[in-house]
């Protein structure tokens, strides 16, 4: 599971150097993959993602539980990347999705990923945090600073476009099928 | 119909499909020193009240002397806050300001006071029964100018300090009116440690604000004096009660001011 780190490792990152740069940079991947599937613009999403390590860093002393630390980095980093794409709103579009440093080896990933870019940034925020963070919506309600009826409301618009989605790009291929066969 | 499991699994896949580049830790760095950790002081007598109008940032500092780092790490505290309530934060004050109004800051008479304003002081008044000890004290002011984003030493003003029999204190502030201020904020917000989201955690203190002639003064509701406390001391000072903005209402002011109170 992506971001799981030993307690002793996180304990031993509160008290900074050398420590503290390792779990920055155990952290660092990840909090630039999320920060991209949430701004789409690879530029901003490392900006994002720094700033999210930034305030890792600053805040790992204040968190009262290692333990917690998977969910907690979770929701910094979502919210940094909120945070900035509501700074820009302009900059909220489609990112190419050709860029080179996306690879993606499965097409349900690739439609994900165009599903994801259609939505507003507070549903995609809410995506991630639920499906890939493992948050639930009360969770989420609390990270985000939305009420949880809202955040579910999200949630079940964000699945419903996901799921829709997905289906024409499956429905599109099984058409493809059942045509090519004749064609030859 | 696509099932959540597949969803997640498509998720999964599409970030782990994300080459990030290599760890920037200097940027990281650079990041972790400009939003630098706001220390969490526990002592009652400080305080840093933000608001969003043009009166934002009063430093009440319990210390012996004020020290220009401390200072600019309550600014810090102040920016967070002002920040995240959407508002621009000035610049930090220069360290020769902060030194040059430290020097200003001392304890007075009320006649030695009242000739040092250009204001005529009126002493507050209906206080609360259990206040045992009070102390005038110059308040020396500095003022960011919006128009030319730069510091200044303003006029100062005059702080009134009660201690109470349990212990606690509260402070009233005196200042010249200016109808250039423009209405005062109706909350003034303490920037308190930060949540686990790292945004800073916003406590919220009711402020009033009323004139007595050339006079404005001032209170902050805190642990150390209720609102209707407050309000008994405006009502017995007679005072007319200024206009306050609501928490979103445009800040139309162009200066910002930060007060430093020595006890």
Request: charged share 20%.
């Amino acid at each position: 599971m992506p971001l799981t780190l030993e307690i002793g490792f996180i304990e031993s990152a509160r008290s900074g150097g050398d420590a503290l740069e390792r779990l920055i940079t155990a952290v660092w991947p990840e909090a630039y993959r999320i920060a991209l599937s949430i701004l789409r613009d690879p530029g901003l999403a490392e900006d994002a993602a720094q700033e999210a390590c930034a305030s890792i860093a600053r805040s790992l002393p204040m968190l009262k539980h290692a333990g917690t630390f998977r969910t907690w980095s979770y929701k910094v980093i979502v919210n940094q990347a909120i945070t900035a794409a509501r700074r820009r709103p302009s900059t909220l579009t489609l990112g190419p999705l050709t860029d080179r440093a996306i690879h993606f080896d499965q097409s349900d990933a690739l439609d994900l990923y165009n599903a994801l870019g259609a939505l507003p940034v507070v549903q995609r925020g809410a995506i991630l945090l639920h499906y890939y963070a493992g948050l639930n919506s009360g969770e989420i309600a609390v990270a985000t600073g939305l009420p949880s009826s809202t955040v579910r409301f999200h949630l079940m618009l964000a699945r419903r476009a996901l799921r829709k989605a997905l289906a024409t790009t499956t429905q599109a291929i099984h058409s493809s099928e059942e045509v090519l066969p004749n064609v030859q | 119909m696509f099932s959540d499991a597949r969803i997640r699994e498509g998720l999964n896949t599409m970030i782990r499909g994300i080459d990030a580049p290599p760890v920037t830790l200097h940027q990281i760095q650079r990041k972790i020193l400009q939003q630098k950790a706001h220390p969490r002081y526990t002592s009652r007598y400080l305080r840093l009240a933000i608001s969003v109008a043009v009166i934002i940032a009063m430093l009440v500092i319990a210390l012996p002397s004020i020290s220009p780092a401390l200072v600019q790490t309550i600014e810090a505290r102040y920016r967070a806050a002002l920040q995240a309530l959407g508002g621009i934060a000035p610049p930090p004050a220069p360290k020769s300001l902060v030194s040059t109004l430290s020097s200003q800051s001392r304890n007075a008479t009320l006649a030695l006071a009242q000739s040092r304003v250009g204001f005529t002081i009126v002493p507050p008044a209906g206080l609360p029964k259990d206040v045992v000890s009070a102390r005038i004290q110059m308040t020396p002011t500095g003022v960011y100018s919006k128009v030319t984003h730069s510091w200044s030493v303003g006029s100062p003003s005059v702080t009134f300090s009660y201690r109470r029999a349990d212990g606690r204190s509260f402070g009233l502030m005196a200042e010249p009116f200016d109808p250039q201020d423009g209405p005062q904020p109706k909350y003034m917000f303490e920037a308190d440690g930060l949540a686990s989201n790292g945004q800073p955690v916003l406590v919220k203190h009711e402020h009033f604000a009323w004139r007595n002639g050339s006079q404005v003064m001032t209170a902050t509701q805190s642990d150390g004096i209720s609102a209707p406390e407050i309000k008994a001391i405006q009502a017995a000072m007679r005072g007319i009660a200024l206009p306050r903005r609501e928490l979103h209402a445009p800040n139309t002011g162009t200066r910002m001011k930060l007060y430093l109170l020595k006890p």
